[in-house]
């Protein structure tokens, strides 16, 4: 029976498992969807209950899968969801219907977008560390909503608890949080190993300093540490495992990515002084996250960070994202005439598609010269800070079929891809000089979405081996905290390969590309000339200053 190890991560939609080996080999998967409910615009809700029940049908089946193995050592990662809880551990609702079960606000729920502003018009110390403003998708801009528009929710509850902490806990019964989730994503200030009470009185939040922060977390221990004795003796049953069972501080989904991918060998180095300074780890599923480490704090306007050991200890964490990525891909192309034509996989179809209409262009980016998408639908997180933005498309035609809808589905993919070269360029600005972007997650097992991102931004992409590099990085927790491996850098370079890399287009191509960045630049400062001449309206209408309410 050999040694291995669980990873498990919570996404947007589901719940997913994977048993690795020591060295990093994928001996069995599962998933298990998890429900969302969206009751109103901006509002994304989840249940506790039910995430935790697909985890534990997912550790199962993936045990099932890989076959008999030892299992020593658990991982978990997830999105940055909040968690509310009282006393007991029972769930308490965030549901303005006051609905019980859904005691989770997504990620992406940007309810909280008018506390975020308020909070970023304090011009406090802490928001440097977040680049420079604060994002609904972060924890306090959530907590103030919570206590201003459902006191009752803010008075019962006992815990408030990031999604991947939240995991640990049930899986252990401690209530220690993970430096990556407290510091990428609640202020705390991990280089000084402190909250700040004086922003949170600041903010509105000041009872939670005055209780000595004990309801968002006292004890903050370091990835590759340990969470409390292991697994209990419920959680054990639950999976199938034996009680004790080492299980390893969460980290949030896309920094497991970064643990599963930054540390690779390439050209037979892996992460070093020299190395850190040009990768560059984008990990892509319904939204992106890019992350880049370094020695010293990096201050990038609109990237958030600098964290100080939210992924690699003893580093400094900048990461940049984009709000809706894989969830742009999916909307456009399902919300168009010719979907429902298209045969399934619906990708792989359209990127043949496309391969038959480019023999007709000299390179296939050239399919899209007309057509313009700026990607902002859900806002931009980096490095314009800026929830508000939108989406826009120039260039479309009255055309319902299938080709119209490849070259809108190219045109959004290259946007995706510019809005990672931008936030290449603020990282460079800062001292990176990326070439290497190193991709994994689900939407980036396409490969023209991967050719795309590497002729857009000039810079070679590498390919992980395992293509769950997710999953692997949530295991490599799982095996620093059962001794498997003495720290997260001998991990990382025990478990961590990359399969292909791809290198950019250059010539006539690169200028496409140079044109067409243009244009997604000048589109935004279109959207904001737009805004200013509305603005001049509402207020001869006697409109409020910010217009008509978006969405």
């Known amino acids: 029976m050999r040694d291995a190890l669980i990873g498990v991560d919570v996404g947007t939609g589901s719940a997913r498992a994977a048993v690795f080996d020591v060295t990093g080999r994928r001996l069995g998967y599962a998933a298990r969807p998890i429900a969302t409910w969206q009751p109103a615009p901006d509002f994304a809700e989840q249940s506790s209950a039910d995430i935790w029940s697909a985890v534990c049908a997912a ?4 045990i099932v899968a890989a076959g008999p193995v030892a299992v020593r050592g658990i991982g978990f990662d997830a999105t940055c ?11 308490v609702s965030v549901a303005v219907d006051g609905a019980a079960e859904r005691d989770v606000i997504l990620w992406m729920d940007h309810r909280a977008t008018a506390q975020a502003a308020r909070i970023n018009a304090t011009c406090a ?14 924890q306090t801009p959530k907590l103030l909503w919570l206590k201003e528009g459902l006191p009752q929710t803010w008075h019962r509850a006992a815990h408030f608890l990031d999604l991947p902490d939240f995991l640990t806990w049930r899986a252990t019964g401690a209530l220690s949080r993970s430096l990556c989730s407290t510091v990428c994503k609640w202020t705390y200030l991990g280089h000084e190993q402190r909250w700040d009470g004086a922003f949170f009185h600041a903010i509105g939040l000041g009872d939670l300093a005055d209780e000595g922060f004990r309801r968002i977390g006292t004890d903050i221990r370091p990835l590759g540490a340990a969470v409390g004795d292991g697994l209990s003796a419920r959680a054990a049953a639950e999976f199938g495992l034996a009680p004790g069972t080492p299980v390893g501080v969460s980290a949030i989904d896309a920094h497991a990515g970064g643990i599963g991918a930054i540390g690779a060998a390439l050209d037979g180095i892996g992460l070093d002084a020299d190395t850190r300074r040009h990768r560059l780890v984008l990990v892509g599923g319904t939204s992106s996250c890019h992350m880049a480490v370094s020695a010293q704090a990096r201050f990038v306007p609109g990237v958030w960070g600098p964290y100080f050991s939210a992924m690699i200890p003893g580093l400094w964490l900048n990461e940049g994202g984009q709000s809706a990525t894989g969830a742009l891909l999916d909307h456009l192309v399902r919300t168009h005439p010719a979907a429902a034509s298209l045969s399934a996989p619906v990708f792989d179809t359209l990127n043949a598609r496309l391969a038959a209409m480019a ?14 998408v700026f990607p902002d639908f859900h806002g931009n997180r980096s490095p314009r800070a800026d929830p508000t933005l939108r989406g826009m498309i120039s260039g479309l035609s009255l055309g319902p079929d299938a080709d ?16 990672t070269r931008h936030i290449i360029a603020a990282l460079d600005a800062r001292g990176y000089a990326i070439d290497t972007v190193l991709a994994c997650g689900g939407h980036l097992r396409n490969p023209v979405l991967l050719a ?25 927790l799982g095996a620093v905290a059962g001794g498997c491996h003495p720290d997260l850098a001998a991990a990382m370079r025990a478990m961590t390969r990359v399969r292909a890399v791809i290198e950019p287009a250059g010539g006539a191509a690169r200028s496409y590309h140079d044109a067409k960045y243009a244009v997604f630049q000048r589109m935004h400062d279109d959207q904001i000339a737009y805004r200013a001449l509305m603005g001049a309206a509402d207020s001869n209408a006697g409109l409020p200053s910010a217009g008509l309410p978006i969405g």
């Open 125 to 138: 110390d802490v928001l440097r560390y977040v680049g420079g403003s604060i994002s609904p998708e972060m």
């Open 359 to 372: 023999r007709s262009v000299p390179f296939r980016a050239a399919l899209s010269h007309d057509l313009h």
């Open 81 to 91: 969801s909040l968690v509310v809880l009282d006393a007991a551990g029972a769930p």
């Open 59 to 62: 550790v199962r089946e993936a």
């Open 452 to 476: 795309e991102h590497a002729d857009a931004t000039g810079c070679r992409i590498a390919i992980p081996e395992e293509s769950e590099a997710v999953l692997l990085g949530a295991a490599t």
């Open 404 to 419: 119209d809808l490849a070259r809108l589905y190219l045109a959004t993919m290259q946007a995706i891809a510019y809005g």
